[in-house]
């Protein structure tokens, strides 16, 4: 009885373990929104002329931001 106890206590614990490290797989509309976000900050940041009176920055940061919560969003979504 000892040994069949010791055996499940170790299979629960690889089992416990599996989930914890397991990772699900990247949302598609989270991961296309990401990219999106990706190219637009690319194109504000190589191709947009700096004419915009410190919006196009603030929209840069904005972005990223979004990015963030995006990222976590996924993770939590996990």
Same mark, same amino acid.
């Given at each position: 009885?000892?040994?069949?106890? *010791?055996? !499940?206590?170790? /299979?629960? =614990?690889?089992?416990?373990?599996?989930?914890?490290?397991? #990772? !699900? =797989? %990247? $949302? %598609?509309?989270?991961?296309? !929104?990401? &990219? #999106? /976000?990706? $190219?637009?900050?690319?194109?504000? &940041? $190589?191709?947009? %002329?700096?004419?915009?009176?410190? $919006? *196009?920055? !603030?929209?840069?940061?904005?972005?990223?931001? @979004? &990015?963030?919560?995006?990222?976590?969003?996924?993770?939590? @979504? @996990?």
């Amino acid at each position: 009885m000892n040994q069949i106890m *010791k055996s !499940a206590l170790l /299979i629960s =614990a690889f089992f416990f373990m599996g989930i914890s490290t397991a #990772q !699900a =797989a %990247p $949302h %598609p509309n989270l991961q296309r !929104a990401i &990219r #999106q /976000i990706d $190219h637009s900050i690319f194109i504000l &940041r $190589h191709e947009a %002329p700096d004419v915009f009176g410190g $919006h *196009k920055a !603030a929209a840069i940061l904005e972005l990223e931001r @979004a &990015r963030q919560q995006l990222m976590i969003a996924e993770r939590f @979504a @996990a």
